[in-house]
């Protein structure tokens, strides 16, 4: 990401403290619904959500708050560190968040639209996914997913793969497309993983590296908060607003 800060709008976004007022309500939400609107939460989690409990397990942190402890207390600290250089007027700035979010979250529905026609011009036939009977626990979930598969897969798997090859002196351009191709590749294969992943889909596939890049392009341009409201966003309009148009897939 550019250095983030407070001239214009534009910049403000970028701002690690324009992300922390603006993930951690989601978070919030995510968490409550998961704990308290679910009849099996772990059920409801997200891949990534899921990953990143079995890690903690691991090193005997089990309480189930855990995790979205560890997330605040991660986004919080990185606000600190820039601190004295965060947005003055932080309520016109989450609006403006929330409403990229949306278009960003359209934006993508429509690639999806055009996804099919594009692979059939190109002579590419793929079974399509179709998208599953939507509920409240399937809500929730996407919103876990804009969260946390955008803090695993943009905010340290990119960022980190970034830094590698700008420091063994990549060219600045050549590392940037290395990173977000490799990364949107991981992104998309793990949804295929463990014994939860689903069935492979050249379609789903495809898509979502296509997904993958769009949302690092959004997070390296527009910031990580807009990132995961626009990938939230979108999951939740695929899977729950239009239901009926089956075959667009769901990145959570």
């Known amino acids: 990401m550019h250095r983030p800060g407070k ?19 989601l978070l919030a939400v995510y968490e409550f619904g998961v704990l ?10 997200n891949g990534a959500d899921t990953w990143l409990r079995w890690g903690l397990d691991q ?6 708050y855990w995790a979205p402890t560890i997330l605040a207390v991660f986004l919080i600290g990185w606000g600190l560190l820039w601190l004295r250089d965060r947005p003055n007027d932080l309520v016109s700035v989450w609006i403006g968040m929330t409403i990229e979010s949306v278009l960003f979250a359209l934006g993508l529905w429509a690639i999806s639209r055009e996804f099919v026609p594009l692979l059939d011009f190109l002579g ?9 009977d939507a ?3 399937q809500a929730v979930g996407f919103l876990g997913a804009g ?11 990119f960022s980190a793969l970034l830094w590698l090859l700008r420091s063994a002196e990549v060219p600045g351009l050549l590392a940037f497309l290395l990173a977000a191709v490799t ?38 341009t527009r910031g990580f908060g807009i990132a995961v409201g626009a990938h939230a966003l979108y999951d939740v309009l695929v899977g729950i607003v239009v239901p009926s148009m089956g ?5 959570g």
């Open 124 to 132: 590419i036939q793929l079974a399509m996914a179709q998208a599953p």
């Open 59 to 64: 090193v005997g942190l089990h309480h189930p």
């Open 135 to 137: 509920d409240f626990q």
């Open 183 to 220: 990364g949107a590749a991981v992104f998309s294969y793990a949804h295929h993983l463990g014994p939860f992943g689903e069935p492979y889909n050249g379609y789903v596939f495809l898509f979502r590296t296509l997904a993958g890049l769009y949302f690092t392009l959004i997070f390296q």
């Open 36 to 45: 308290w609107g679910a009849a099996e939460p772990e059920t409801v989690r």
């Open 247 to 251: 075959g667009q897939a769901a990145c």
């Open 7 to 25: 001239t214009d709008y534009f910049s403000a976004t970028l701002h690690p403290w324009s992300s922390l007022i603006f993930v951690l309500p």
């Open 147 to 157: 969260i946390y598969e955008e803090v695993l897969f943009r905010l340290v798997l």
